[in-house]
């Protein structure tokens, strides 16, 4: 007896695990406006403390044209409600992690120096690197190691990030804080006269709940870990005083599993320039964005279209909200001053060759199952399986068919991919760039072509909500010649 679920049969065994799922996820409400953390010590008002960036990090070394970096992965305390001190596991002790600034086609190297007592593995999302760069989620740096990820750049200007991925326990070890920004530049972008320098401002959106003694709430729960406290950049709910002109925003969600729905409140234009993959064929004018677990999306938004003294509140609406409601807030923009602007949105970007006519066609059905949990065909993580051999070179079409009541956004590692279509319709403008993350929603079919390059060897894709991934939304793949 199959049930039919828009259109997607739906088997009988897994049906009753679906409406088990469905009552497990109302965890994704927040309350509004005064945001209260258990605790009366630890209530956090929105809009009390300016936003901050995170520190640009220098490279040690210069030798022979490659960029060296250090980091040191170790335990520290942050104050991130203000008046409280959270431990977090930093990046130099960072949360977020220092960001690391490259040139397109410039290699580098990152020496990750594991000071944590836990094993962990670094993995550059977004990055086109060898298998043994990836930071494979067995491929861990044991307490008191190191590993050196050498990282070629060959890729467009893009906003990446880099984050734990160790097996099981990535949505601790990001949760904790391990994660941080990886920006590659090119002349391309730079040409084009986009905002830049102070005006090219990246936003990393995270939630958290915390305990009373003002730690990182966390438990192992497979269904999604979200907080009650909106962070941007690692701060509550801040504000940033802007110049009334024209901003560059690289919004990265760092959240564990919350998709959010953002627009600016009162309404206001934005202007989509990039997606995961960097800039966009051209320039998209959007009121709201969707932005699930690892995606990146890059806004300008023209603040001299307002008077001095006026602010924009950046909203998340909850999906089951009313018609109406504007949603918590994230983080509000105060324009507080006149400032000259010679940046430009050109009406064309970066063009966005479709990849040639597929070769092959795979299909991956996304369910849960009573024993394996969150299942990718079937089946949960097999660190010795190889669940898809794609050939070096040649193009695929990948069908992820979401059989589940909840959104997974699928992330594949090594290459980036193109949209073709949702149930059989073309993406909107906005996600008709490079993607590394699509988000794929309940009883929902997309197709992705795909071209793996250069390397081969093995690689996971997986869902990039941790929660379903630590709890074996995750596959591999072997890529051959
Ligand atoms: Cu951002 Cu496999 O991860
Ligand atoms: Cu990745
Ligand atoms: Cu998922």
Known sequence: MARSLKGVSVEPTRREFLKAGALLTGAAVL???????????LAVEAFQVPLTVPPVLTPYERRAGVDRYRIAMRRSNAEVIPGSRTPVWGYNGRFPGPTIRVESGKPVVVRQMNRLDVATTVHLHGGHVSPGDDGHPMDLIAPGRHKDYHYPNDQPASTLWYHDHTHRQTGRNVNMGLAGLYIIEDD????????????????????????????????????????????????????????????????VNASNSRIYDLALDPGFPMTQIASDGGLLPAPNAITNVSISPAERIEVVIDFSL????????????DPEAEPGEPGAPVMRFDVTRQADDTSTVPAALRPVEPLPEASREREFELSLDFDAGWVINGKGFGPNRIDARPRLGEVEVWRFNNLSTLPHPMHLHQAMFQI?????????????????????????????AVRFTRFTG???????NLAHEDHAMMAQMRIRR
């Open 31 to 41: 309350p509004r406006g005064l945001m209260t953390v258990p605790g009366q010590e």
């Open 188 to 251: 391309v972008e730079r040409g084009l006269n986009l905002p830049s320098g102070e005006f090219d401002v990246p936003l990393v959106l995270q939630d958290r709940k915390f305990n009373r003694d003002g730690s990182f709430f966390f438990r192992h729960d497979h269904n999604g870990n979200f907080g009650d406290v909106y962070l941007v950049n690692g701060r509550p709910m801040p504000f940033f005083e802007v110049a009334a002109r024209k901003y560059r925003f690289r919004l």
């Open 306 to 317: 307002l008077p001095l003294g006026t602010s924009l509140t950046l909203r998340d609406r």
């Open 420 to 448: 073709l279509d949702r149930e059989g319709t073309p993406p909107p403008p906005g996600e008709r760039g490079w993607k590394d993350t699509v988000r794929v929603d309940s009883a929902e079919r997309v197709r992705i």
């Open 458 to 464: 093995d690689y996971v894709f997986h869902c990039h």
